[in-house]
């Protein structure tokens, strides 16, 4: 049997913490890897900063045109069309992994053959590095349905880079799931994995996520970002559509399917609440739009509450 090999990919944007990002992958105790950065067409010098390294598993590319926040998805797809691996980690220019990432992945793959996902847990560090907080840990092995559930019911942060895809079974699925912004793209696709065999999670840290003003996802485009939810809704309703034949996962699919219309609204009131926050008269705008997105008039009165306590 081959080594495994896996694909690092990096879609680069920002040459702040690059370095750091890069030496966490170089220093990996598990050797077999490539590490692929796609620079994202940027105005920053990110080229020179890779030049540092001699590595021969480093590949540097760039893009001629920038596809940006909106559309970043688009450069992750860029990203696995590049890989040569069995697996692949897309992770944030700015994230880090421990010294026993690949290691850990490559053993439960080992003890779970087939596997198509597979899940780090992570360490949220701030914009010096420093230690914030811990992710929820996870079983060692559950059902797409059992992972879902938890996703929606115990909201566990989860972020791409702490995901590892089969290549071949993402690849067959049209590759990374694109929405806007890459809002709920993450998780969208970690279901898409995880419905091949499952995921299989480390019980140790494997992924470092930093937490800044730089990330996207804090950025404010409310529109998009409530375009983006009604796109993920609509691709969730078509997933629940079909229950599973497992006795057990068909009691998640249930909880799943229950709580589905109201997670979903409850999501879209967060995200336009943020708006309301910024200017109390956007809540004629989300009133007048309640139809479109599904919600009802107690969602804009947790809105309304959320933006107050905010």
Not at 95 to 119: A, M
Request: with cysteine; hydrophobic share 35%; glycine share 4%.
């Amino acid at each position: 049997m081959n080594e495994m090999k896996f694909s690092i990919v990096i879609p680069a944007y920002k040459a702040l913490y690059l370095s750091q990002a890069i030496e966490s992958c170089l220093c990996q105790t598990y050797h077999n890897f490539e590490l692929i950065i796609v620079d994202d067409a940027s105005p920053e010098d990110l080229n020179s900063i890779v030049q540092n390294y001699s590595d021969p598993r480093m590949f540097y590319y760039r893009n001629e045109k920038n596809y940006g926040a909106e559309n970043v998805v688009d450069n992750w797809n860029i990203c696995l069309n590049r890989c040569s691996g069995d697996y692949v980690i897309c992770m944030g220019d700015d994230d880090r992994l421990v010294p026993t990432t690949l290691e850990q992945y490559r053993n439960l793959i080992k003890k779970y053959p087939g596997v198509g996902l597979l899940h780090g847990w992570t360490e949220i560090i701030d914009e010096e590095s420093q230690f914030v907080e811990l992710t929820a840990p996870r079983v060692e092995y559950e059902s797409v349905y059992s992972m879902l559930w938890n996703r929606w019911d115990n909201r566990k942060l989860q972020f791409i880079g702490d995901w590892c895809f089969e290549i071949e079974w993402l690849r067959k699925q049209g590759g990374f799931y694109k929405i806007p912004l890459a809002w709920e793209s993450d998780d969208i696709t970690a279901v898409i994995g995880a419905m091949k065999n499952g995921v299989a999670n480390t019980s140790e840290i494997a992924f470092q996520y930093r937490r800044s003003q730089y990330t996207i996802t804090t950025k404010k485009n409310v529109q998009l970002k409530m375009d983006a939810k009604k796109l993920a809704s609509e691709w969730y309703e078509k997933f629940l559509k079909t229950p599973p034949r497992n006795s057990l996962d068909r009691k998640y699919w249930e909880m799943l399917v229950r709580m589905f219309r109201s997670y979903r609204r409850k999501a879209y009131a967060l995200t336009f609440a943020t708006d309301i926050k910024g200017n109390p008269l956007t809540i004629l705008k989300w009133i007048k739009k309640r139809r479109l997105y599904g919600y009802s008039f107690k969602e804009i009165l947790f809105a309304v509450y959320m933006a107050v306590k905010g």
